[in-house]
């Protein structure tokens, strides 16, 4: 259950340009992070918004829609596969998390980030909020888009490379993900510092 903005303990309640940020795509082997971030329109309300794990596909590219439709500002940005492997995926994902917010052309007073870590940003107020994405409303729209725009990375890599099921799994080690990895070794868009990949990696290189 989506809790009102006004029940969060904070101190900055009488502001009303809010930004909700969160990201998709931290867990899997291949592909970017993608961040969103979302300031909505309090005059033009969204049903239906929620964390974006809870939601089917169909419904997240509906709300997806409205969300690009009716918010007052939105961005979405990427740290890629070569800046995980540089950076770890947790400096990737805020590094993502504030291109996201570097990239609304509204400025936002107050923004809240999904989870336990803040990304460095330049706004008066920034609150990170563990499981906000079923809490805040702009953090589950960002949650929503965040989601929606890696799902469709994930459906433009499967047509490249096919033979990795990336369409079924999305990156996502799943028992089918490591046995393609296995018989067809890492491609270019796999992170190369995530242990599976990098194991793929080191066997190709002692029997080459």
């Known amino acids: 259950m ?11 309640r009488d502001q009303t340009l809010i930004a909700g940020v969160d990201e ?3 867990g899997p082997l ?7 971030a979302v300031i909505l329109d309090p005059l033009r309300p969204i049903p239906g918004l929620a964390d974006s794990k ?35 995926i947790l400096q990737a994902t805020l590094l993502a998390m504030r291109r996201a917010v570097d990239g609304l052309h509204i400025r936002p007073v107050v923004v809240l980030v999904d989870g336990n870590r803040l990304p460095v940003l330049d706004v008066p107020h920034a609150q990170a909020i563990v499981k906000g994405d079923s809490k805040v409303s702009a953090i589950s729209a960002a949650s929503i888009l965040a989601k929606v725009q890696r799902d469709s990375y994930c459906l ?18 799943t028992a089918a993900h490591l046995a393609a990895l296995k018989t067809f070794g890492a491609c270019p868009a796999h992170r ?17």
């Open 2 to 12: 989506m809790v009102p903005i006004d029940a969060i303990p904070l101190p900055w």
């Open 24 to 26: 998709a795509g931290r």
């Open 156 to 173: 433009t890599l499967d047509q490249q490379y096919p033979q990795y099921g990336f369409a079924q799994h999305k990156g996502y080690p």
């Open 54 to 88: 809870v939601l089917s596909a169909r419904q997240r590219e509906t709300l997806a829609e409205h969300i690009r439709a009716h918010a007052l500002s939105y961005a979405i940005a990427e740290a890629s596969a070569a800046e995980i492997d540089q950076l770890n």
């Open 30 to 36: 291949a592909g970017p992070v993608v961040a969103a």
């Open 192 to 208: 190369q510092s995530f242990g599976p990949v990098a194991k793929v990696l080191q066997q190709t290189l002692q029997d080459s």
